[in-house]
């Protein structure tokens, strides 16, 4: 396991890093349509060996400024999701905070609680002033999600992403360490 991706444990989850054993899951999960739903930053997968590209970057996070975790619900031992970090700016001491959650596990209060046990985990060993989250305008889900967790809404970021064709809005989120109540 990485350093950047340590194991967490919450009341209800497990956090760990991704292995290549994960690939189906990754597949399954990014080639849904729904999970894929705001997510125009890539197509949704078509074939496994996207899942298995995908894990190899998970798994040397220090080489691609990232970290990601997979989301293990303890009662079961399934992977509900995945939640962590990108585009890590060191100089600014900023990062980028993504998550995603499986349709089976929607409305349990799952992410609120990954991401609150990461956002611990990284203010208190990382050299991070500032955690950002870009949420497409239209998925109120993800934005109630980022104010639960703290998170400031600073405005609308037009025309962020270009998918298939069409320019896409999203709202700029942050959170800064000062603010951080944990």
Not at 39 to 68: K, M, V, W
Not at 85 to 108: P, Q, R, S
């Amino acid at each position: 396991m990485h350093p950047l991706t340590p194991l967490i444990e919450t009341e209800r989850l497990v956090l760990r890093g991704f292995d290549p054993s994960d690939s189906d899951f990754v597949f399954k999960h990014f080639s849904d349509p729904d999970v894929c739903r705001y997510l125009y930053d890539c197509e949704p997968f078509e074939a496994i060996e996207e899942a298995e590209q995908l894990i190899r970057g998970y798994t040397n996070p220090a080489q691609n400024s990232r970290c990601r975790w997979a989301i293990v619900w303890k009662e079961t031992g399934q992977i509900a999701g995945t939640c962590g970090f990108h585009k890590w700016d060191h100089d600014n001491k900023t990062v980028e905070l993504g998550y995603d959650l499986a349709k089976a596990f929607w409305g349990k209060g799952i992410v609120v609680e990954a991401v609150s046990a990461v956002l611990d985990y990284a203010f208190a060993n990382w050299d991070i002033n500032r955690i950002q989250a870009f949420i497409a305008i239209h998925n109120s889900q993800s934005a109630r999600v980022a104010e639960k967790l703290g998170f400031t809404r600073e405005g609308v970021i037009r025309d962020q992403l270009l998918f298939q064709g069409q320019y896409y809005d999203h709202y700029c989120y942050s959170l800064l360490k000062r603010e951080y109540k944990h």
